[in-house]
């Protein structure tokens, strides 16, 4: 769980969160409410950044420490409870049976994003970057925005997401990467709730996501065109093969 202020929500968060969850992590982004104490009381496994250094850098945490305790399968959950963790059995045994490499929770199959009251401004974009995204990556996904994820060790250990930003397109670069890289990539149907207490970027940051969610696709359709090609790094630091990458993914 990447958490930062989620002292309102984190309880609810955990109590959906199903028996077969071996460890829950917890990184918190130098939160200035109570969520180290209740994340401490729930009895998760919790680490504090020494400062606030943004969305992406707090995955890469949240990651590196899911890694250090064994995890086969890890699952991002929000603590701000505006996904059901209810779901994490039906993606984590997607993974486990072999079936997928990484799964997402849509919020836009089924029909669930304005259902759950998602800003029609932010729907539209959603709806408009993913075709985007879809035409120049060739894949078919419903969304690319999503926050609601789970990945195998394997593909955790080759990304390279310390190449990453540390804001919130982290996730769609880290997604770009999973297709670059030819991870095979599922979707559930995934209800959505959007009230006061769940977290959500305003207009100005959403402008910002939007603008280096376009850098992403164009630098992976650059890169699949051998115009750029990507530096590869794992959590570690450590120098990784990009030939093997993509003679995998060819």
Not at 24 to 30: E, G, H, P, R
């Amino acid at each position: 769980m990447p958490a930062r202020n989620a002292a309102r929500t984190l309880e609810k968060t955990v109590g959906e969160l199903p028996d077969l969850v071996d460890v829950t992590i917890l990184v918190d982004d130098w939160s200035t409410d109570e969520t180290v104490r209740i994340a401490e009381s729930l009895g998760l496994r919790v680490f504090v950044h020494d400062r606030n250094y943004g969305y992406g850098r707090n995955q890469q945490t949240c990651y590196r420490e899911a890694l250090k305790a064994g995890a086969d399968i890890v699952v991002m959950v929000h603590p701000d409870y505006q996904y059901t963790p209810l779901l994490v059995t039906a993606m984590a045994s997607m993974i486990a049976y072999g079936v997928y490499d990484v799964v997402l929770g849509s919020r836009i199959i089924g029909g669930g994003a304005l259902k759950g009251n998602m800003p029609l401004y932010k729907y539209c974009a959603n709806r408009f970057l993913t075709a985007f995204q879809n035409v120049l990556t060739g894949a078919k996904l419903s969304e690319y925005h999503t926050g609601f994820r789970a990945f195998s060790r394997e593909v955790l250990l080759k990304l390279p997401l310390l190449e990453n930003s540390d804001d919130f397109v982290f996730d769609n670069q880290m997604l770009a990467q999973c297709i670059c890289f030819g991870a095979r990539i599922g979707e559930v149907s995934c209800p959505t709730r959007y009230f006061e207490e769940a977290s959500s970027i305003n207009f100005r940051r959403s402008v910002t996501y939007g603008l280096g969610v376009l850098g992403t696709t164009l630098a992976l359709a650059m890169q699949r065109a051998g115009l750029m090609h990507f530096r590869i790094f794992d959590l570690d630091g450590k120098k990784l093969d990009l030939g093997y990458y993509m003679a995998r993914s060819s």
